[in-house]
């Protein structure tokens, strides 16, 4: 897909070029943008906190749904289409126009940060994530140390924030009322430097 900085597109003209293509764009207000190749190291922890996530769910006999990078996520209020790394959502999903590709109610999201990234997933993105009512708890996982930033939402303006370091610990989901251990996400994970 080509695409110049100045081109505006509708949704559905996003939709449709995302429909057909080979790599992920995000959808801001008319542009379209290209996101970046994640590393092996990327991969692999969106993948395993994904599923640590599903395991403490079924383990727990949950009613969540989890998913993994694929799933969109419609941002109404600022009119975009987000990618996270993982979301869980409670009961079951709301989609946007009844697609299946696209929620709009998420419970829990993911972001796998690298130094590129840090600002974005920590700023601008966790901004626009918690215009989304559903929305009450995010993690943030480090591909470069052993470190997960967690976010819950304790009233609609408050947020808490918890950091974890050490292999060791366990990581609550508190929106779930489940806990992750940190160990299962990074072991035998080689961390960028």
């Not at 590393?39 to 395991?55: F, K, P, R, S, Y």
């Not at 408050?158 to 292999?167: A, K, M, P, V």
Request: charged fraction near 20%; hydrophobic fraction near 40%; charge should be negative.
């Amino acid at each position: 897909m080509t695409i110049t900085a100045s081109q505006i597109f509708t949704i559905e003209e996003y939709l449709e070029l995302e429909a057909h293509s080979l790599s992920k764009h995000e959808y801001h207000n008319g542009k379209i943008i290209e996101m970046a190749g994640g590393t092996t190291t990327h991969n692999q922890l969106a993948l395993i906190v994904g599923a640590e996530i599903l395991m403490a769910v079924r383990n727990q006999d949950k009613i969540f749904q989890v998913y993994n990078s694929d799933m969109k996520i419609w941002v109404e209020v600022i009119n975009r289409f987000l990618y996270p790394d993982a979301v869980a959502v409670a009961l079951k999903p709301e989609y946007y126009n009844n697609r299946r590709d696209i929620i709009t109610n998420p419970l829990l999201i993911v972001e796998v940060t690298s130094s590129s990234t840090q600002g974005y997933d920590t700023n601008s993105k966790f901004s626009y994530y918690r215009s989304i009512p559903s929305f009450s708890e995010y993690l943030l996982v480090s591909q470069e140390q052993h470190h997960v930033s967690r976010f819950f939402r304790e009233a609609p303006d408050l947020w808490r924030t918890s950091d974890y370091y050490n292999l060791e610990d366990m990581i609550p989901l508190q929106s779930m009322g489940l806990e992750i251990p940190m160990m299962g996400i990074y072991k035998g994970v080689d961390l960028n430097p």
